[in-house]
């Protein structure tokens, strides 16, 4: 049974630059969403998508937005990247509603210089 | 005030101790709480979720929740080297909708 699996696992951009990070949920999931980590931090919530709609966003601004296909996966693009939005980006997936923990995906470290 | 705080430690304990993580949280509608387990350089690993008030047990894992207090706990019995990780608190909103919002973590090092 597959777990969540993201692509790529590392990434280096030029700050302006454009990214798309994907991502294929754990079999039998419906919900995406995306967490930012930085190093010593907790993951940030950025969005939430359900029914290839984005349900729920965080905090971060709109060159962070996302999309999710018929089959479940989803992408992350972020727009006009900047230095801090170095980190480790994780897609977590789990079934729908509050009582399911997520499944996460081993993330894309994204280096912007 | 964040809405999900945990101790950063690190948390140091002898091998075979019991290693106790804490987690309070401001949300005081929130339904589900979720420990997660990182190891560095990895993703996180769902370890424990608890939804009602009171102990549930798996293993040599304990989670406990005080809704009142909002305050959910971790304990680790007999702790073992492979146990030194980050633990991460995580809390699902009043929102109801599976959005969770997470901790800073706690390191754990457990010493031989």
């Known amino acids: 049974d597959a777990g969540v699996t993201q692509s790529p696992t590392h990434l280096i951009k030029t700050r302006g630059q454009q990214v798309t990070l994907r991502c294929s949920p754990k079999s039998g999931h419906d919900t995406v969403s995306w967490y930012q980590q930085a190093l010593g931090q907790g993951p940030q919530f950025i969005f939430q998508y359900y029914e290839e709609e984005e349900r729920q966003r965080g905090n971060f601004p709109d060159r962070f937005s996302g999309h999710q296909f018929p089959n479940y996966s989803s992408e992350l693009n972020v727009n006009a990247l900047l230095l801090g939005d170095s980190a480790l980006y994780l897609c977590a997936s789990s079934l729908e509603g509050p009582n399911y923990g997520y499944t996460f995906g081993s993330g894309t470290r994204l280096t912007v210089v | 005030q964040k809405e999900v705080e945990q101790n950063s430690g690190p948390l140091s304990v002898p091998e075979g101790a019991i290693a106790s993580l804490n987690c309070t949280y401001s949300?005081?509608?929130?339904?589900?709480f979720f420990w997660y387990r990182q190891y560095s350089g990895k993703s996180p690993e769902l370890i424990m979720s608890i939804y009602s008030n009171g102990d549930k047990e798996d293993g040599r894992f304990t989670a406990q929740l005080n809704k009142a207090s909002q305050y959910v706990s971790l304990l680790i019995r007999d702790s073992q080297p492979s146990d030194s990780a980050t633990y991460l608190c995580?809390?699902?909103?009043?929102?109801?909708?599976?959005?969770?919002?997470f901790g800073q973590g706690t390191t754990l090092q457990v010493k031989p």
């Open positions: 949300d005081r509608g929130s339904q589900s």
């Open positions: 995580a809390v699902n909103g009043s929102s109801n909708t599976g959005k969770l919002i």
